[in-house]
């Protein structure tokens, strides 16, 4: 747990090497602490979150490591790979997470809602905002209701009885 001139040489020769990836990849092996946050901070942000991501089998316990220092400020980089990806488990991955960050990513996730026409990129954002907790009092949901997909209307409905209930 101990920082000093020593760990930030490795930690700069990893970075030169291009071994970022495997650096973040040991740092969920180790003990919370002071050096690891510290190293981690380093790493956290949405260049390398994006970067992560994109690969064709994503790291989730290396990406839960940037996340735990990024938090919220995470919730562009998550929608934008949520919304390109073509891999079902990335895609699963990346829902779950943007669940756990709670209703706070409700602004974001209700703008890219209004911008997008794409059915699973709709049904995705009210899948994240049912998950995350969200308030919906911003969200035209009769819209959604009336949809031409009916996964789309599903996961409106849904949304609207989790909302009534809460």
Do not use: Y
Request: aromatic share 4%; net charge neutral.
């Amino acid at each position: 747990g101990a920082v000093g001139p020593a760990l930030w040489e490795a930690v700069q020769a990893m970075a030169v090497n291009d071994e970022t990836r495997e650096l973040v990849a040991m740092l969920k092996r180790v003990p919370d602490n002071r050096a690891s946050a510290m190293i981690a901070s380093q790493f956290a942000n949405p260049q390398r979150l994006g970067s992560l991501l994109r690969e064709s089998e994503p790291d989730f316990g290396s990406i839960d490591v940037l996340l735990t220092q990024m938090g919220a400020t995470a919730t562009e980089t998550l929608l934008e790979e949520l919304t390109a990806s073509s891999s079902r488990n990335t895609r699963r991955g990346i829902l779950d997470r943007l669940a756990k960050l709670g209703p706070g990513i409700a602004p974001a996730v209700t703008d890219r809602l209004l911008k997008e026409e794409r059915w699973f990129v709709v049904r995705n954002m009210l899948h994240v905002l049912r998950e995350a907790g969200c308030a919906v009092e911003n969200v035209a949901l009769p819209t959604f209701q009336n949809h031409t997909d009916a996964r789309v209307r599903r996961e409106a409905m849904l949304l609207l009885f989790k909302d009534a209930f809460a």
